[in-house]
């Protein structure tokens, strides 16, 4: 039952990755051709241009020969419909080609290369962040929901409200000039000081520039989710077969780690995944303020260049990753509570 359970959530997420896909390549076909027709056509006259023992007469032929060329290359000689199943068809199996401006640090116009330059780098801040953030808000909302009502729990409350108030470009924009220009602790924007230092001073360099925007992330986001965490556990620990184990005798500790966060688990890793999930997408305006070089700054670069390549494999990483979450949960909610039967079935 769960083998099939298994394989039908799997080929559904497979399915709906493959749909947003075509329909993405759908949406950026218009934008992406135009771009694209105009860089064939400067390629084409850069080339006739530099021909210099031909006559007059024979360049337009060559103009003309080395367009039909470019065109039957990238498929622009074909209907509309077959454009989109083909360019689509190249996403949904990781081949990106070539972005039509962008490069690496290296100058690589492979887009899977540009993606996983900046990849790694939004992982090691947001993923961080968001791990840190998880840990934390669990650890304060088991605390909040043991002791409901307490100062404890209404103050924490009350600071939740305060931080969420507060958007994250502001906050982000106080601390910077609080430690960089008022304290001068930690350098204001970037990866890496210039020049690159080598051995362990690199990582230690890494460290530094990344400990004022990792801080900023992990004080906005774990008092949400201990709030969070709060309300559902102590939903939890209104159950009747909660009540029977207190009744039992069973410890307090044993009665909040084991009972209850069991039974509360698949909300809370709901919500812990998926902020994983989309941390690794990066932040376009977060990265845009420390001049963090993740895929959140690369989308943005990538909207304003028209580089309809990045930003489509950029879509279909974040899209790829969303869907294998939501297919892990529904195959652990089986295993996190006995109360979930596979397949949704009595």
């Known amino acids: ?27 950026f076909n218009t934008v992406g051709e135009k771009t694209l027709i105009s860089q064939i056509h400067d390629m084409v006259n850069a080339e006739v241009t530099s021909l210099t023992d031909v006559k007059a007469e024979d360049i337009e032929a060559i ?5 039909e060329h470019y065109y039957k290359l990238y498929w622009l000689d074909r209907s509309v419909g077959e454009r989109i199943f083909l360019r689509a068809i190249n996403t949904v199996t990781f081949n990106f080609g070539r ?6 640090s290296s100058g690589s116009r492979e887009v899977i290369n540009i993606i996983g330059e900046a990849l790694p780098k939004s992982v090691i801040l947001f993923t961080t962040a968001s791990l840190i953030q998880i840990i934390v ?28 108030g507060m958007p994250s470009w502001w906050f982000a924009m106080i601390l910077i000039m609080f430690f960089v220009y008022k304290l001068n602790i930690f350098p204001s924007s970037g990866l890496h000081s210039i020049p690159l230092q080598t051995g362990i001073m690199y990582y230690v360099d890494m460290l530094w520039h990344m400990i004022l925007p990792l801080s900023t992330l992990v004080i906005l986001g774990f008092w949400g989710i201990s709030f969070v965490v709060r309300n559902i556990v102590l939903g939890t620990l209104q159950e009747d077969y909660i009540m029977a184990a207190r ?10 780690f084991s009972h209850t966060l069991r039974c509360a688990a698949p909300p809370i890793i709901t919500i812990s995944l998926l902020g994983l999930l989309g941390s690794i997408g990066g932040s376009i305006i977060f990265e845009g303020i420390f001049s963090w070089p993740g895929l959140g700054n690369l989308y943005w670069v990538a909207v304003q260049q028209n580089d309809i390549p990045v930003l489509m494999a950029n879509l279909a990483i974040t899209t790829l990753l969303y869907q294998f979450g939501l297919v892990t949960l529904d195959l652990s909610y089986g295993f996190l509570d006995p109360r979930v039967k ?5």
């Open 1 to 27: 039952m769960f083998l099939y359970f298994a394989i039908k959530r799997i080929l559904r997420g497979i399915l709906m990755f493959i749909i947003l896909m075509f329909v993405a390549s759908a949406l």
């Open 63 to 67: 103009r003309e020969s080395l367009l």
């Open 99 to 104: 972005s039509t401006i962008m490069t690496t």
């Open 137 to 164: 808000g669990l650890f304060i909302g088991l605390i909040k929901a043991k002791y409901a009502g307490s100062v404890f729990d209404r103050s924490t409350s009350i600071m939740t409200m305060i931080v969420y």
């Open 247 to 256: 009744a039992r005798g069973v410890p307090e500790k044993l009665v909040l």
């Open 342 to 346: 596979s397949g949704g079935k009595q």
